[in-house]
């Protein structure tokens, strides 16, 4: 049963008191607050909404835009509150609606905007709809709004495709009936406990244009769509024909991903996103073959952002870079989107440990490598992303430089794809790891009873009140930067950068009267002096003319008064 929506129905005073700029999402930057991680208000060493309201007066310090929360729906957190049971209420692990108004009401108070995710591919199989469709069998019309079919084999016992799940094993469950025989299966791209929904059943699509104007109704600003490419299937679900599936996601169009067919349903979306004042947006979680194909989902008539996938796996490498950067900006220009730009979430390594470590290991990562050298080229990367035209995205914790925890032991893991032995790597608990506010406390000023991850002990030292005011701190190079980047008319919005002539393995470019150098090589190099020096992410030096821009560095230069 849902919980009743406490909001009224007028919108236009819920977000009255957020500064009004038009097309604000055009280069806002938005923060990921992972709930359970973020602040504990009520000591059970789990995070919490009431947690987040408390710390939003330093996001809005921080100088951030908006706050982008991952999901706090009612859920039985096989997959960390991504398998949804009720759309409509607050996991009681977070609170109850009540505490989502007020934080809602809250952050608009500050100046913020709030963006809830929404988890429309999938369902949780404790779904008043899936339990019903389990408990009323063969038949019911309940099937019809999920994937369910007949097996292959003489006595069903063979899934009805070869596709593989995301977590490893087949994409399909066999059901026991409600007379206790074998049944049919069902489709579940992710856990078992994760059936996809039909988007080809219209209660599907009325379901989730209700669940939409719930939250509209509620005052948010805008969503996160998860598996924005996944709600789709392409007809008859025909065999892919491969093993070792999910090495080909994001190099091929698969037939559970990035359907043509999903761009009618954000229309549909977009339209009634535009009813409501206040320009509310969506974000797409698409994972896609290329950024031209990502472009696809912010057309003009369909979604505001998408994440920039690309830009996120790429290395700390000048020519990679400029190479990625250059057909961000290419795709999305024609469809007028704004470019994004994202280091780490929730789901891959913190790119101050990625950094720390070789070339070519991908986003997930579990060796600790060089923590200074990844702590350096992190701040280096930070000026350099929120130098880019578009929007930004920082994850909860980088602002404080904050590493991955690779060494947590395995009993206290609960990464739920830890578990399953295969498929998605399971060891996403260490960027997860409770951020910490104080240099003391059980967990740190985390909450009074601990933390639901161990903390570090040199956390301590990385805390907010340890950076707060220290000169140099990574926290304070974080705020230094907001606070430039909105002050400086070059910076944030627009389609475009003017490359400028640099040494190998340094990017330069400029933007009006705004130029940043990033230094990517492991040696100081030397460069113009710019003009006068806005910020750098580490020490310089300016000498007739010129400037010594130590190793991994990256430094901001606006016109001389």
């Known amino acids: 049963m849902s919980q009743q929506n406490p909001a009224a129905p007028a919108t236009d005073s819920a977000v009255a008191t957020v500064a009004t700029r038009r097309d604000w999402w055009r280069d806002a930057v938005i923060y990921q607050v992972y709930p359970r991680s973020f602040a504990d208000s009520n000591g059970d060493g789990m995070g919490d909404l009431e947690g987040v309201r408390s710390r939003l007066p330093y996001l809005r310090d921080l100088g951030v835009d908006a706050v982008w929360l991952s999901p706090f729906y009612a859920s039985p957190q096989a997959d960390a509150g991504y398998d949804v049971a009720d759309y409509r209420a607050v996991d009681p692990m977070f609170g109850n609606l009540l505490d989502a108004d007020a934080l809602i009401r809250d952050a608009h108070g500050l100046g913020l ?155 549909q979306w977009r339209t009634i996103c535009d009813e409501y004042a206040g320009e509310r947006i969506f974000v797409a979680e698409a994972w896609t073959p290329t950024v031209e194909r990502t472009a696809n989902y912010v057309r003009p008539d369909e979604l505001h952002q998408a994440f920039n996938f690309q830009y996120l796996g790429t290395e700390w490498d000048a020519e990679e870079l400029r190479e990625v950067i250059d057909r961000t900006l290419e795709a999305m220009r024609p469809v007028g989107a704004p470019a994004t730009w994202v280091l780490s979430n929730h789901d891959v390594t913190r790119h101050a440990t990625r950094f720390a470590n070789p070339p070519g290991l991908g986003t997930q990562i579990r060796t600790a490598g060089d923590r200074a050298l990844g702590l350096r080229r992190a701040r280096a990367a930070t000026l350099l992303m929120l130098a880019l035209p578009g929007s930004a995205y920082v994850y909860q914790g980088e602002e404080l430089g904050l590493p991955d925890v690779v060494d947590l032991p395995d009993e206290v893991r609960q990464d739920p794809a830890y578990f399953r032995g295969a498929g998605q790597d399971g060891f996403r608990d260490g960027c997860r790891v409770p951020i910490p506010w104080t240099r003391e406390g059980s967990s740190y000023g985390f909450g009074d009873g601990g933390s639901w991850l161990p903390q570090p002990e040199s956390w301590a030292e990385l805390s907010v009140a340890a950076q707060t005011g220290e000169p140099g701190s990574t926290l304070e190079l974080y705020r230094a930067a907001l606070s430039a980047r909105r002050a400086q008319a070059d910076l944030g919005a627009g389609d475009s950068v003017e490359w400028l002539r640099a040494p190998e393995g340094v990017l330069a470019f400029r933007r009006g009267d705004f130029v940043c150098v990033a230094n990517t090589t492991g040696e100081s190099v030397r460069t113009p002096a710019y003009g006068r020096v806005l910020l750098s992410s580490g020490e310089i030096a300016e000498t007739g003319g010129e400037a010594k821009v130590p190793a991994d560095t990256t430094v901001w230069w606006t016109k001389r008064a």
């Open 113 to 267: 905007r709030i963006i809830v995710d929404l988890v429309p591919n999938h369902s949780s199989d404790q779904h008043e709809w899936f339990k019903r469709a389990l408990a009323e069998g063969p038949g019911s019309p309940l099937r019809e709004r999920y994937h369910f079919r007949a097996g292959k084999g003489k006595n069903g016992e063979l899934p009805p495709n070869d596709w593989e799940s995301i977590f490893g094993g087949p994409a399909w469950t066999r059901v026991t009936e409600p007379d206790g025989t074998p049944g049919e299966w069902y489709l579940h791209l992710f856990a078992s406990e994760q059936p996809d929904f039909n988007w080809e059943h219209p209660a599907v699509g009325d379901e989730f244009r209700s669940i939409l104007r719930f939250w509209l109704d509620m005052g948010v600003d805008g969503f996160r769509i998860d598996v924005a490419h996944g709600l789709v299937k392409a007809p008859g679900l025909p065999d892919l024909g491969s093993h070792d599936q999910l090495k080909l996601l994001g190099n091929d169009v698969m037939p559970f991903f990035d359907q043509d067919g999903v761009h009618a349903i954000y229309r």
